[in-house]
T-cell receptor
């Protein structure tokens, strides 16, 4: 079946512009996560959705970052007034919540470059 | 809070040699433990996981890891590596399940394994 998909795969933008990154989770997965991978760093958790609510936004680095999710499907991560330090690969993952342990499946990521 | 430390940022090794990638974690609550692999220009793939039970877990591609609670470690090993194992490896933890959610993963900074002929 289809995995997690993300678009665009690459995004180059100018400092100060807004960008939107999209994640399509695996069908039926109620949990959705956003992570950020900056060069030379591990993955940093940004936000978690359970359905269309976000019980954990603790990883969002500033109020320039926001995210929303429509039902149990598509999620959009928006970065306003982008800065050069926002350059990173943004990864999305989804999982079911039906068992004690639910594996997170990762998408291929969106590579964001802020000039 | 949880944290993960991968002690080596880069590990060069010759083909067919054994390798160990080290991971230590810190947590005040019980956690699940994971190793993920990221091949060049590809997404993250789960290599293996420890949830409970036997402390020695086996994963894909001949990798295994041993959970050591007293040393809070979860080192990854392979007895004989191949060129194709060249990739970046990430150790991660998550809180054990509660309220129907696993919770987010907390990653180490990664170890780049470079296998040379």
């Amino acid at each position: 079946g289809a995995g997690v998909s993300q678009s665009p795969s690459n995004k180059v933008t100018e400092k100060g512009k807004d960008v939107e990154l999209r994640c399509d989770p695996i069908s039926g997965h109620t949990a959705l996560y956003w992570y950020r991978q900056r060069l030379g760093q591990g993955l940093e958790f940004l936000i978690y959705f359970q359905g269309n609510s976000a019980p954990d936004k603790s990883g969002l680095p500033s109020d320039r970052f926001s995210a929303e999710r429509t039902g149990e499907s598509v999620s959009t991560l928006t970065i306003q007034r982008t800065q050069q330090e926002d350059s990173a690969v943004y990864l999305c993952a989804s999982s079911s919540t039906s068992g004690t342990y639910n594996e997170q499946f990762f998408g291929p990521g969106t590579r964001l470059t802020v000039l | 809070a949880q944290s993960v430390t991968q002690l080596d940022s880069q590990v060069p090794v010759f083909e067919e040699a054994p390798v160990e990638l080290r991971c230590n974690y810190s947590s005040s609550v019980s956690v699940y433990l994971f190793w993920y692999v990221q091949y060049p220009n590809q997404g993250l793939q789960l290599l293996l996981k420890y949830l409970s039970g036997s402390t020695l877990v086996k994963g894909i591609n001949g990798f295994e890891a041993e959970f050591n609670k007293s040393q809070t470690s979860f080192h990854l090993r392979k007895p004989s590596v191949h060129i194709s194992d060249t990739a970046e490896y990430f150790c991660a933890v998550s809180r054990t399940n509660y309220g129907g959610s696993q919770g987010n993963l907390i990653f180490g900074k990664g170890t780049k394994l470079s296998v040379k002929p």
